[in-house]
């Protein structure tokens, strides 16, 4: 297995030095090569724009291990003007797994949304697979997304497992696992405490 560490592909770990390009460049490298790969974000604090990971790569599998703090731009509207943080569509076989932390700093968007403000950006979601098969999410915890947590679509052999979810109680569409038009997916050992449906279930499920 061929690992890619992202310090290597420039990434900062002082949580204020945007290393989204880093990121994208260690997975373009791990999705060109024909192996089993392994992408690494250490511990420390990563600062993450929107990323939108699109096709099947040459590689088999990639397991993406996060023992660090993704966090997300102070200014909210960086990822709320986009759909997703972290979306994968069209892939197989991506774990992602590890002892991190996935941080949205979603209170910020959520105070501006409290008037019903209509200049409000609608909010991103923090992970997404769409149309993807053998997914792997196991261990990670997921803190104040601006809107739902983890989003589940369209996807086949699913494992989710050991994820912790949190956000306040008062946090607005913040689901925290959201599953429609898919097949074979497990949710196990999972701790969710936050302002909207733990776990939502839309249509076009089966074996869930």
Request: aromatic residues 8%.
């Amino acid at each position: 297995m061929t690992e890619f560490n992202v310090l290597n592909f420039g990434a900062n770990l002082n949580g204020r030095t945007d290393s989204t390009n880093s990121f994208l460049k260690a997975r373009n490298a791990a999705c060109g090569t024909a192996d089993s790969t392994f992408i690494y974000v250490p511990k420390g604090r990563c600062l993450e724009g929107p990323l939108a990971l699109k096709g099947q790569c040459k590689s088999p599998q990639i397991i993406i291990r996060i023992d660090g703090t993704i966090v997300a731009p102070l200014d909210y509207g960086v990822l709320g003007k986009s759909d997703n943080w972290f979306s994968f569509e069209g892939v197989s076989g991506v774990s992602i797994i590890g002892r991190g932390t996935f941080d949205a700093k979603g209170p910020s968007l959520w105070a501006c949304k409290a008037p019903n403000s209509n200049s409000c950006p609608s909010g991103a979601r923090t992970l997404s697979f769409t149309n993807s098969n053998n997914i792997r999410i196991n261990g990670l915890t997921f803190l104040n997304s601006q809107m739902f947590h983890i989003v589940i679509n369209g996807c086949q052999n699913v494992h989710l497992q050991g994820v912790k979810i949190v956000a306040a109680g008062n946090s607005p569409n913040t689901d925290g696992i959201h599953v429609q038009l898919s097949r074979n997916v497990e949710i196990l050992s999972t701790f969710i405490k936050k302002g909207d449906d733990c776990i939502s279930i839309g249509p076009g499920n089966e074996n869930l």
